[in-house]
């Protein structure tokens, strides 16, 4: 019964809607080929002299329609990966499940996908929730299409011909900034529940509002979430924290309750004064920064995100008599255990936010050689912005920061200055207990020198 239910939903999905594209002037909505990267136009006019259909789609037409500046640009072609490697001195085939072509030019990657095409409903491997487990499937053009997931990443720009191919009203849903699935919306969001996601991101990203149809079953469906490979979803945010509007995706994904199977740390963040103050500081930085062309790691957004948890857990066991260093190492453990069990967090990037967290008890000890060794860190000047957000937050004196910026960048007479004052508010190195010998140890010393170590011996 239920195997008949889901061949009736793929069937659903997969019977096309529009077979011929609108095909419209590109230049009448501003796009023109010296808009496209050179690495992108050079694919699109080598698979057309070698008789082949080639488009630039997806976000980049989308992007160029709402006046962005695309990240990157790719193409759509009705060849054969083999076909497209044949024809380009340094491509090279990449993928399992799909496989696609990266074509080299200069230091720009284009990648290159054949059409994917419609799925049989009776070959067609489903869980039994309805997600697809291997859609590896070349098609038509108008299969893309139907393919794709909203109607404005499925446009395609000709930029030999100079027109734009639209085969599901995506340049008018533009136009009226509105986000709208292809096919139905709720079996769409089964066949890949990772679709609800992108939906609140771009919704938030390009300020659209989601189409009240796609909106409506996403809070019934967020559980279908759970059964995302967690490595799926760690990169699905990873392009919500680095969009540029973090913030936004993360307020929009608690609305649409979505968040609990991703990141119930949010509920942990809002629902608490000041973590949500420290989050929502770090989280508009990043975004600034995004917007503004600089540099920003997920790494920094990740302890951002975390934080407020590992501070909770890091004063718990402080109070219950831990040391500050082992606490603050067991906090860690705790918190990046547990969330690994919804984000496969990579071990690079989790080495990173460890990083960042340990600085921070670090910053607390301003006398001796500590200060020193902290400022030689490659990764001072992240750790310094972070402790910086906690002091704007409110969780640690404003103070602290700026006497790490003024040590950090003074000379010698000046840092010597700054341990002085440490100093003067009572500040001392920590003292560090003198390990015993094992007995092993001392017994071995005795036969080798006939000298018996007391126990205070270095």
Known sequence: MIRKLIKKVIAKVTKPSASTPAVLPAARYGITPEHISPG?????????????????????????????????????????????????????????????????????????????????????????????????????????????????????????????????????????????????????????????????????????????????????????????????????????????????????????????GLLPVLDLVFDHPSGERFVRLALEDSDRRIREGKSASPAFSFAALLWPRVLEEWRRRQAQGEPVFPAMEAAMDTVLETQAESLAITRKLAGDIRELWMMQPRFERRAGKAPYRLIEQPRYRAGWDFLSLRAKAGEVPEELPRWWQRFAYGDETERAALLREARSTGETPAKRKRRRRPRKAQSAVREMTGITPTPDAP
């Open 40 to 260: 992108a136009r050079l694919v699109c006019e080598t698979l057309h002299r070698h008789g082949h259909q080639a488009y630039v789609v997806g976000g980049a037409v989308r992007d160029l329609l709402l006046s962005r500046t695309p990240k990157d640009f790719d193409v759509a072609t009705d060849a054969h990966p083999e076909q497209v490697r044949a024809l380009f001195r340094r491509a090279h085939i990449i993928g399992r499940r799909f496989k696609i072509v990266h074509v080299y030019h200069g230091r720009e990657t284009v990648e290159v996908t054949t059409f994917r095409g419609l799925l049989d409903p009776d070959r067609a491997p489903v869980d039994a929730h309805g997600r697809l487990l291997d859609d590896n499937v070349f098609g038509t053009h108008a299969e893309d299409a139907q393919r794709r997931d909203f109607t404005i990443n499925a446009l395609y720009y000709d930029p030999v011909a100079g027109v734009l191919h639209d085969f599901h009203h995506g340049v008018g849903d533009i136009e009226a900034r509105t986000l709208r699935v292809i096919g139905d919306p709720e079996q769409r969001y089964r066949e890949d529940p990772v679709r609800m996601l992108r939906a609140v991101r771009l919704a938030a990203k390009l300020d659209l509002l989601i189409d009240p149809a796609a909106r409506a079953p996403i809070r019934r469906l967020a559980p279908l979430l759970e059964n995302v490979p967690p490595a799926r979803l760690f990169d699905e945010v990873v392009k919500i924290l680095t969009s540029g509007h973090a913030l936004a995706c993360l307020e929009r994904l608690r609305e649409e309750g979505l968040h609990g």
